[in-house]
């Protein structure tokens, strides 16, 4: 089975285990159905009427999970190969107060994406940085202890990468076989007390060592108007977050904006050291919505960090909403303004043959932009964004102190214990872009 295929079934698998594992998250889920139904229906869209175009549209485009050591990280990265996932970029979350790295398994190919979104955001947990030697040891033994993959899996993935991908034969069982390493265990590997030391130290590492496996800790499906979700999540009484994190409303989306319910306690066993069980509970898992827009340039994204800076300092003496708007007024809002100073990646086209566009520079592009002899239409972003990920995790976690740990990352770390380079989202978007300037000047040539 061709891995788009196969990356597909297995987020529609993913995406009914955790309805059915996180009730919360199913009725959100709901909401997104019912306000992505409405949106369309309210804009004549005919998809309002196709009950399965409407779940497509309000599938979940990423979900996040965290491991405890390399090696579990280098088996996802196999599994997640075999899905037609690759590892984009390096997220050091360590400087925002959290022990961990991340990177993002997702498609890389603009058709991959046709197919189906889904992205995993993978975070590796660093015991090393936990400053109690005492947790630190316990955490390291409870992780060297533990084996996520059965070995089904791991000689059913051996076998795919042999062959050069899953058999359809054997599709249900490898399907079956990776949903597990996601499920919930209601079943904690330590006592109560043991528990509490780890989540005494950061609840992010009771999360993942506490636990038999990385279960999934959010999904999140795309919204078509994430401020309409976000008032309808407030409206029903969800327990929605304050604000919408990432960049505000505006007409040229850009990047990501994200909204969450908060995690709901979870029943969870405990057995205690004379055998007994205990009951207890545990606060991680929840929903997420997204809505995406265009992807920045190095320019672009070192002019967003500018804007969300000055809202962070402006939001000290008035509402945030407010001074988001106001620090985003310095990033223009128009496509020829975007395309002239060079802030987000298109994909151009000719708008008619015409052998005199000229298209070389920015400037030049904006101008036949302007003159309606250019078409661009921006690429989406398909990845993260580390401030709003560390407001995801702390909102989750609540954690409202942020840890101070001594050592930063590096991407060359963890790339080792990947056992394979990450990829680097710039360059695939500069990529998209020149390909598409590529396919302009061929198109100019023949007609000269
Ligand atoms: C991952 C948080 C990152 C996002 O949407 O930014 C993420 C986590 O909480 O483990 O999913
Ligand atoms: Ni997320």
New binding site residues.
């Given amino acids: 089975m061709s891995p788009d295929q196969l990356r597909n079934r297995f987020a529609i698998a993913l995406q009914d285990m955790y309805r059915a594992e996180v009730p919360a998250y199913a009725r959100l889920h709901d909401l997104v159905i019912e306000n992505n139904e409405a949106w369309l229906r309210e804009h004549g869209d005919a998809r309002a009427d196709d009950r399965a175009a409407v779940a497509a549209i309000s599938a979940q485009r990423?979900?996040?999970?965290?491991v405890g050591r390399g090696e579990e990280l280098a088996w996802l990265a196999r599994l997640f190969a075999l899905l037609g996932m690759e590892p984009v970029d390096f997220?050091d979350l360590v400087p925002a107060g959290l022990p961990?790295m991340?990177t993002a398994f997702r498609p890389t190919r603009p058709e991959a994406f046709e197919h189906n979104h889904f992205r995993m955001?993978c975070?590796l947990l660093r015991p090393e940085l936990i400053a109690n030697a005492d947790v630190r040891t316990r955490v390291e033994a409870l992780l060297g202890a533990r084996e996520i993959f059965s070995p089904r899996l791991k000689t059913l993935i051996g076998d795919a990468e042999r062959a050069g991908g899953v058999d359809v034969e054997r599709v249900d069982e490898f399907l079956g076989e990776a949903l597990d390493v996601f499920r919930w265990r209601g079943q904690a590997r330590v006592d109560q007390p043991t528990y509490a030391a780890l989540a005494g130290e950061h609840k992010?590492i009771a999360d993942v060592a506490a636990f038999g496996g990385p279960h999934i800790?959010?999904l999140?499906p795309s919204a078509l108007d994430i401020d309409r979700l976000q008032a309808a999540m407030i409206e029903r009484g969800f327990n929605a977050k304050a604000v919408v994190e990432g960049p505000p409303r505006r007409e040229v989306p850009i990047l990501?904006r994200?909204t969450a319910c908060t995690a709901e306690a979870e029943a969870v066993r405990f057995e205690a050291v004379d055998g007994s069980v205990e009951q207890g509970s545990h606060t991680a898992r929840f929903g997420?919505v997204?809505q995406r827009g265009a992807a920045l340039t190095a320019a672009g994204r070192a002019l967003y960090d500018r804007c969300l800076e000055t809202a962070r300092q402006m939001a000290k003496d008035r509402p945030y909403a407010e001074a988001l708007e106001e620090a985003f007024a310095d990033f223009p809002d128009d496509l020829p303004a975007l395309v002239e100073a060079d802030l987000v990646y298109c994909r151009f086209a000719l708008s008619a043959e015409d052998q005199t566009v000229k298209f070389d520079t920015a400037q030049d592009r904006a101008q036949a932009l302007r003159a309606g002899r250019l078409r661009a239409e921006p690429i989406r972003y398909e990845d993260?964004?580390?401030v709003?990920?560390?407001?995801?995790?702390r909102s989750?976690?609540g954690d409202a102190e942020d840890e101070s740990y001594a050592a930063a990352s590096s991407r060359e770390d963890f790339e080792r214990v990947l056992g394979r380079s990450l990829r680097q989202s710039q360059n695939i978007y500069a990529e998209q872009q020149a390909v598409s300037l590529r396919a302009i000047a061929p198109a100019m040539a023949d007609a000269g």
């Fill in positions: 990423h979900g996040a999970i965290r997220y961990v991340s955001f975070s992010l800790n959010h999140t990501l994200q997420e997204e993260f964004l580390p709003s990920a560390a407001g995801i995790f989750n976690l």
